[in-house]
Every structure is written in structure tokens, then in C-alpha cells.
């Protein structure tokens, strides 16, 4: 894709914590920075350690109304020259919404919430039909509540999904590379979770499906790595405790090596309650991974059931176990599944395609 405008981009987030939002965020950023856009990253809140973003601006937004950021907005789009401004999520499309406006500068605005009450209509939501002139959703499943329960026109709502990097297939010099790092045991099969350890993920799910397999399966093992609040993880912990998993789950907290834990592992399983998109199961493809996950939000325009995992039922314990049962029985399911996953990663869900399908919003002249 070109850049046919002289494109100053203002993007904006208003948190940074880890998760698809916060990937998807960077990779947009750096991703435009690497077709020679000039981009000006923005968080409205002061993020934590990890996150490395050149040339990132904080500005806090204090709670309650805060005319103030408004102002500040305002500012930094006149002294940067901003000539598109991209928010992501609804206070951020709000604040940076009501400064653009001021400066007769355009707003896309993308959404990426899992919560379905985030797309009732409400004061906000109304606020933004004005204020934004182009909307994005991150799946098909999100446009549809758009465009239905927000009521956005449907002439200015799009699709971008998420893309990450997709490189070589892993080989098994590769991957037990990885397990050997990892300390997996050699004949261990491995099954891997990354998400915060909030109920929406389905943690609780596939603790109880493992309880229904272990005596058959002593070789499986479920690892899940996210951050979570004290009360979650106590949630998860007394779960584990009570169906006796103590030595058949280990919760591995927040990690920096996902891509390690990707490539080690046989089988990725995530049951989401809710979804919007699903960027973890384009980075399972990415590293040849059957999965098992739900039927549900974007999810289910990522995994092709049975092609590339198995697409169950949410909160549905029985058809988890059921789909782990057939990977764990065979080898050359899980081969074939990753390989198919792999393949679809790569061909549609490239931080590439994402980038394009950006800019082509973007040097949209009609708005």
C-alpha cells in the first residue's frame, strides 16, 4: 500500500496494559512508522515498565468530565501539524473526537471491546456517532453491533482484523529447543492458555474439562500464563485445589516469552466467554498450533473448525474435553490442524494486511 497523503498521524489509546488492544496499538504504530507515516503516539494513562514505544506521549486523563485534556489534545494536534487523528476505544475517541473537531481534522475510531455492554447505546456512544467519522471494528462480529446496535452508518464502518508476525513454521529442532528451556517434560503433552485470568477468558472451563481427562491422560498438563486481580486468581487457585490439579496446572503469571510458550506447546486452548477478536489465536497459527476455542465474537473468523481446531460451545466443560481428547489421541491431528492454522495465519492475519487495510481508510478522500 501507498501513502498518496502526506499523512501526520495522532494515535491514541488510553491504556496500556497487556492485551490485544495494547499489541495491536504498537504494531499499528510501528507499522506505519515503517511506510515513512509520521505517527505521533498518544496513551491518555501512564503505562507500566514493559511497554517500549518510541517517541510515546503521555497525557493523563483525570476522572470525571476533563475539559483540560481536551485543550492539551487540542494543542498537540496544532503543534505536531496532526492531519488524521486514530483513537482506539470509546474515551479515547471521545476526548481526541471533541479536540480533532476543533481543528477540522479527521477521526477514525477503532473498536476492540469484548464487552458487549460497550455497544448499547448510551450517552458516549451517541457523542461518537458525531465525533468520529469513520469506525472500525476488529471482526465481522463486532461490525454487526456497530451497525445494528449503535446504529453507525454502515457506509462508513469497516473491518481491520489483527495481524501479527508470521514467520517460518517452527521445526521440531525449534520446538524442542523451546521445551527444553521451558523444562517440559519430553513425553509431556503440553496444553497452553494466555489470557488474564478474568472469567471472560474460560479459564474455569478448561480447568474442568482437564479434571475429566487426567485419569485417562496423566501426561497432559495445562499451563496458563496472564495477569490477574487477586480475587481471579484466588478464584482459579481454589478451583484447582478442589478438583485435586495441584500437579496438573501451573499458572505462570504474566510472561515475556509467549513465543517460546507457542512454540512448546502441542495444543492451545482458550474457551472464551466473549471475544472481539481473538489476536492469541493468529499468534497460536503463527507457531503451527491446533487450538480449541469457542464459537464466539471474531474468534470463530480466525479458526476454521475442525481445519484448524475445533470451535465449541461456551462454558461448555463436556465439548472442551471432547475436542482435547481428540488432539491428545492423535499426533497427526494436531500436526495437520497446525499446519492448516499456519497457513491461514499467514495468507490472511499479517501485520502487513492490517497496515494496508489502514492506510486504505485512511487516503480515503470520500470523508
Known sequence: MTVTTQL??????????????????????????????????????????????????????????????????????????????????????????????????????????????RYQPNLVNKL??????????????????????????????????????????????????????????????????????????????????????????????????????TVEKQKIEQQITHLNLKNKVTLLEQISNAKAWLQACDIFVQPSIEEAFGLVFIEAGAQAKPVVATNVGGIKEIIIDKETGYLVTPESPNEIAKALQALIDSPEQRTLMGANAYRRVKKHFSIEAMIDSYLTIFNNKSF
Open 8 to 117: 501526520r498521524v495522532l494515535e491514541v489509546v488510553q491504556s496500556l496494559e497487556k492485551g490485544g488492544r495494547t499489541t495491536r496499538f504498537t504494531d499499528t504504530v510501528s507499522g506505519l512508522r515503517d511506510k515513512s507515516v509520521f505517527v505521533l503516539p498518544l496513551c491518555l494513562s501512564a503505562p507500566v515498565d514493559w511497554v517500549g514505544i518510541d517517541q510515546l506521549t503521555i497525557i493523563e486523563r483525570k476522572k470525571g468530565i476533563n475539559w483540560q485534556l481536551i485543550f492539551n489534545l487540542r494543542n498537540l494536534i496544532k503543534a505536531n501539524k496532526i492531519n488524521l487523528v486514530h483513537a482506539h476505544c470509546e474515551s479515547s475517541q471521545l476526548y481526541a473526537g471533541l479536540a480533532a473537531f476543533t481543528c477540522n481534522v479527521k477521526v477514525i475510531g477503532t473498536f476492540h471491546r469484548s464487552d458487549l455492554s
Open 128 to 229: 461518537l456517532r458525531f465525533f468520529v467519522n469513520q469506525y472500525v471494528a476488529v471482526s465481522h462480529d463486532r461490525l454487526s453491533l456497530l451497525t445494528e446496535h449503535l446504529n453507525f452508518p454502515k457506509a462508513h464502518c469497516h473491518v481491520v482484523h489483527g495481524g501479527t508476525i508470521v514467520e517460518s513454521a517452527p521445526t521440531k529442532d525449534q520446538i524442542d529447543q523451546a521445551r527444553k528451556m521451558l523444562s517440559i517434560p519430553e513425553k509431556q503433552i503440553t496444553l497452553l492458555s494466555l489470557g488474564h485470568l478474568g472469567h471472560i477468558k474460560g479459564h474455569q472451563d478448561t480447568i474442568t474439562a482437564l479434571a475429566t481427562l487426567i485419569d485417562n491422560n496423566p501426561e497432559v498438563h495445562l499451563y496458563i500464563a496472564g495477569a490477574g486481580s
